[in-house]
């Protein structure tokens, strides 16, 4: 699949931030001064620029990191990524931005993949702390990280033979999460049309094929493609070796990586979506019983189940959704102690695994089973009253629950900028609650049936119809109803 050239995105004349480095005679040090381009909100900090200097334990760890990465060192690489780098964020841009790629240069010279790595960091600290760093990220900022994103994805898929740069697991896991992660921030960015100021709005009906869904798509297709990832999945189904069919590219740890942590994203973007049957198509080679790449990296491995689960859910595969949550809790319960001192996302896996309790509940509520006696100890604790709530059919604790617990989903198109001017990011997440809100009220009768059928072996429908004061016809056809409603379409995938 052919990828899309950076370039072919810039439609508008889109212009980004302007920089304007100056030097210190005295001590031929770099003395930095820069300014954020964007909307119009940048232009009290164009007026009020703060000259700031790089401490030297910056330029010393920027200069060491390049040197890491060049020589392909992926234990020194990973702990500079998950210690140093964090370290250095919270002591000194913990409320600012790390300095601009244009800034780096002086210091790293004109190391162009290093320089990209850079802004990959540089961005994702900024949608990391936008809470700290206000107005951020801006239009531009965000405009900015996509071109970043494709002159990466392009480097690594357009050479024609292997790239030589090797990255530990856990930041290429972070690459792609970052990614899609960026590009639903994008969607809820831009369906947010209430104030917005016309500068904006007027970049974003020309850059239509910016953060679009078809080339994010595209990214993540193309890396599974690249690495054959299908191919040596499906040849460890059949357990033959898989290295006989990755080809050169998928031999490389950096492709076979990305190129799985890519059906995870694909997994998670068509959750996101909506399409849960192709969610679940997606990891139709992977074996979820056996041990599989995602488990390298335990912040992939719970968002593999965590949107494997939720798909389930919505598919109405209840006793398939129960299995996946409970095996996920039962392993982050395990090995709680050793992710946190080891996964740089315990913070994220823990909400995370929050959520599955409330899914977790929530699809009991729905399909009453035992499961296994640790998680439902931890199940009770968490949900509490609202857990019997749920288990009495409360269609308003539903909704808070699933309010919670589900992802936050998003449209693949853009608004109409020429509509009025409303906030329209909520849609897809009430289509998608009226949707699960539907299934619950389909469900309440088939609850009752279900506790009288608890209480005997065989029950007559006119004994039945008596005890829930219905004629017989009403509850013949709800039998049937419930008869429907239970059979599980069960596929392995």
Not at 50 to 73: C, G
Not at 116 to 124: C, G
Not at 167 to 185: A, G, H, K, M, R
């Amino acid at each position: 699949m052919a990828m899309y050239q950076a370039e072919e995105f810039v439609e508008g004349g889109y212009d980004g931030s302007a920089y304007q480095p100056q030097f210190d005679a005295q001590f031929d040090q770099p003395t930095y001064q820069y300014v954020y381009g964007g909307s119009a909100d940048t232009d009290e900090m164009r007026t009020t620029q703060a000259r700031v200097t790089m401490p030297d334990i910056v330029q010393n760890f920027l200069v060491y990191f390049d040197r890491q990465v060049a020589e392909k060192n992926v234990s020194e690489i990973q702990n500079v990524y998950e210690l140093s780098f964090n370290k250095l964020s919270e002591r000194f841009y913990k409320n600012d931005p790390w300095p601009e790629v244009e800034h780096i240069e002086q210091i790293v010279g004109h190391d162009g993949v290093f320089l990209i790595l850079y802004k990959e960091l540089y961005f994702r600290h900024i949608y990391a702390r936008q809470q700290h760093l206000s107005g951020m990220p801006t239009l531009d900022q965000r405009f900015e990280s996509y071109y970043n994103y494709c002159d990466l994805f392009n480097y690594i898929l357009s050479a024609e033979e292997p790239v030589e740069l090797e990255l530990p697991n856990q930041w290429l896991w972070d690459i792609i999460d970052e990614f899609i992660y960026q590009f639903q921030s994008f969607c809820q960015y831009r369906c947010k049309l209430k104030n917005k100021p016309e500068e904006e709005i007027h970049t974003l009906r020309s850059n239509p094929m910016v953060w679009n869904v078809h080339s994010v798509l595209n990214v993540l297709h193309s890396l599974v493609e690249k690495s054959k990832m299908n191919e040596q999945l499906r040849a460890q189904e059949a357990d033959e070796n898989p290295d006989e069919v990755a080809g050169d590219f998928g031999h490389r740890p950096l492709y076979k990586m990305l190129g799985y942590f890519s059906l995870v994203g694909l997994l998670r973007l068509h959750s996101l979506l909506g399409d849960y049957h192709e969610a679940i198509h997606t990891l139709r080679h992977v074996q979820m019983n056996r041990k599989t790449l995602s488990a390298v990296v335990p912040g992939c491995q719970v968002t593999t189940y965590y949107y494997v689960g939720f798909a389930y859910l919505m598919m109405r595969r209840y006793q398939e959704a129960i299995q996946t949550f409970c095996n996920i809790l039962l392993y982050v319960q395990r090995t709680k102690q050793l992710l946190q001192m080891k996964s740089v996302q315990y913070e994220t896996m823990s909400k995370q695994s929050d959520q599955m309790y409330g899914l977790l509940a929530v699809t009991l509520g729905l399909c009453p089973q035992r499961i296994d006696e640790s998680v439902h100890s931890q199940l009770r604790e968490k949900m509490g009253e609202r857990l019997e709530l749920l288990a009495k059919g409360d269609e308003k604790q539903f909704e808070e629950t699933f309010s919670y617990a589900c992802p936050k989903f998003l449209s693949p198109v853009p608004p109409n900028y020429d509509g009025p001017r409303v906030n329209l990011n909520k849609e897809p997440y009430q289509h998608q609650l009226k949707l699960f809100m539907t299934e619950v009220h389909h469900q309440k009768p088939i609850a009752d049936i279900r506790s009288y059928l608890k209480l005997y072996t065989t029950l007559p429908v006119p004994k039945l119809a008596a005890l829930m004061e219905k004629t017989e016809d009403e509850v013949r056809s709800e039998l049937m109803c419930f008869k429907v409603r239970v059979h599980e379409l069960i596929l392995s995938i």
